[in-house]
């Protein structure tokens, strides 16, 4: 743990920094602004994250706690803890003010408009500490989803498969037997939904795990997301998660790593799929995304790969959508906050063509401008450039974290096949994207066990690995197009990442590079 909590610690110098006065300004100012300020917080709590600088038990921070009537939340071998306390205690513990607010939907929340500072009593022993802000805007990629009169009708499960090149796996028997795919969502799903599209497409029936409750909502996300693994992995075992409990109150970030070390501990060595968008990069600080970090790098060890929608607003994740309204700006462009972390596999969108057999023509970003809709993408706010990206010449970055890692097909006119309200219709976004990674992985798990590998867990660096040069093209680089912050080019880029996937030869190309790198 303590390796871990160093590399997290590394990057949290790259919060954006508040004005001279201390409030913080860009998006969080906007959603401040937009807000009602009811005045002085009345709640009986409020809390924030402290990124520690190692994982050892943080008594200088306790013990200043106590003194100012708050207290500390902290387990062993976690390089973070929560500090807590009513309004008024951590107002003049940190000098900054704590208000509620009424957000534009009804929501009230407590906030500071001020960035909190470590004392410097505690430098030593405390790296950073996150937003004061009991709120977090949150997005489910919205399911794009369109009638079959669209051009081609969509991607059929085989024709998804060819697409890809993962019908030489399905042909060798690798259908994702013996692995999971979980898929983490707001909404639910109706069985019969799932049971008219394995018989229409004539695969097994399937019954998906759910953990946490069936979320009320049916608004198609989960039923695209497990419809769209089914059809790629169709004997791999398939979870929903019902993670809306993250977005009730405060503590988003500590309960979404709640969520993935449960998750893991119930189904180690799954692959992950999110659709799910906690709050853009620029609304906060990288110390609130500690937790998550350290239960994902957590996961990552016992073999789990976790892929996330980069987001369905063209590069500009903090305009908001429904939480605040802004003529565009530069305060607009930004990443979705999860989905941009280094330990996760950010999964951008494009626009496909193929024959009538679904054997992959051709590729272009996804970017639809009178629609207001497209593939995310762009360079991190909060997080440093990983070791397995320093050798990309992005035209922009300085050193900083680059998003998507991959990419796959999002576009609803060329989207996938799916039943919704026992409909055949066509389902798109970086939200289908996500679950076609997820599933093509559950293909590359039990290939690569089978030949004596291990499970592929965290991929980032293997993907970078393989795609500076191995024995077999693993992508398909896209050249064309673009979003709203970039446009795609040779190589990588800040719209499509690496590419799509030949999923036969990376799934070769990952078996070598476990013999050959470890």
């Not at 200043?64 to 387990?75: H, I, K």
């Not at 680059?402 to 970086?430: C, E, K, R, S």
């Amino acid at each position: 743990m303590l390796t871990a909590a160093v590399l997290l610690v590394a990057d949290l110098h790259r919060s954006p920094a508040p004005t001279a006065d201390g409030a913080i300004s860009g998006p969080y100012a906007s959603l401040l602004a937009s807000s009602v300020d009811l005045g002085p917080a009345r709640t009986d709590h409020v809390q924030l994250t402290a990124a520690l600088r190692d994982d050892s038990r943080p008594d200088l921070l306790m013990g200043w706690a106590v003194q100012q009537g708050l207290s500390v939340r902290w387990r062993p071998g976690d390089s973070w803890a929560i500090v807590e306390g009513a309004p008024g205690a951590v107002s003049g513990a940190f000098d900054v003010d704590v208000h509620d607010y009424r957000g534009k939907r009804g929501q009230v929340f407590y906030a500071s408009p001020q960035q909190p500072s470590v004392p410097q009593s505690l430098n030593v022993e405390v790296a950073g500490l996150g937003r004061i802000l009991g709120y977090t805007p949150h997005r489910e990629s919205k399911t794009w989803m369109l009638p079959l009169e669209v051009p081609d009708q969509g991607l059929s499960p085989s024709a998804l498969l060819r697409t890809y090149n993962a019908m030489p796996l399905h042909d060798k028997g690798y259908k994702g037997k013996g692995t999971t795919v979980v898929v983490f969502a707001f909404d639910g799903f109706d069985q019969a939904d799932l049971d008219t599209f394995a018989t229409s497409f004539t695969l097994p029936k399937f019954t998906p795990d759910v953990v946490g409750g069936m979320p009320p909502a049916r608004r198609g996300e989960a039923t695209m997301d497990l419809e769209a693994i089914h059809a790629i992995a169709p004997d791999a075992k398939k979870v929903l998660v019902n993670a809306r409990s993250t977005v009730e109150g405060d503590g988003s970030y500590e309960k979404i790593a709640k969520l993935m070390e449960d998750t893991e501990r119930t189904y180690p060595g799954a692959v992950w799929s999110f659709s799910i968008g906690w709050g853009c990069d620029k609304l906060i600080t990288a110390a609130d995304l500690v937790p998550v970090r350290a239960a994902l790098s957590a996961a990552h060890r016992s073999g789990t790969t976790a892929y996330d929608a980069s987001g369905d607003l063209a590069g500009l994740d903090c305009k908001g959508g429904d939480e605040w309204s802004a003529p565009p700006s530069d305060n607009d462009v930004g990443l979705d906050a999860v989905a941009s972390m280094p330990e996760m596999t950010d999964v951008g969108g494009t626009t496909v063509s193929t024959d009538d057999k679904g054997d992959w023509l051709a590729e272009q970003s996804w970017f639809d401008p009178p629609l207001s809709q497209g593939t995310g993408g762009g360079v991190s706010a909060l997080f440093e450039r990983p070791d397995w990206q320093q050798h990309l010449t992005a035209p922009k970055g300085d050193g900083k974290r680059l998003t998507p890692d991959i990419a796959a097909v999002a576009d609803p006119f060329t989207g996938v096949q799916i039943v919704f309200n026992q409909q055949i219709i066509v389902g798109g976004g970086t939200s289908l994207a996500a679950p076609i990674w997820a599933g093509l992985t559950a293909l590359m798990n039990q290939y690569v066990v089978d030949k004596g590998g291990s499970l592929i867990g965290n991929i980032n660096p293997v993907l970078y690995t393989i795609a500076q040069g191995t024995p077999l093209p693993a992508f398909r680089d896209v050249v064309l197009g673009g979003n709203a912050v970039a446009n795609a080019a040779p190589g990588y880029d800040l719209v499509t990442g690496l590419g799509t996937p030949n999923v036969e030869n990376l799934a070769q190309n990952i078996l070598v590079t476990q013999k050959v790198v470890g």
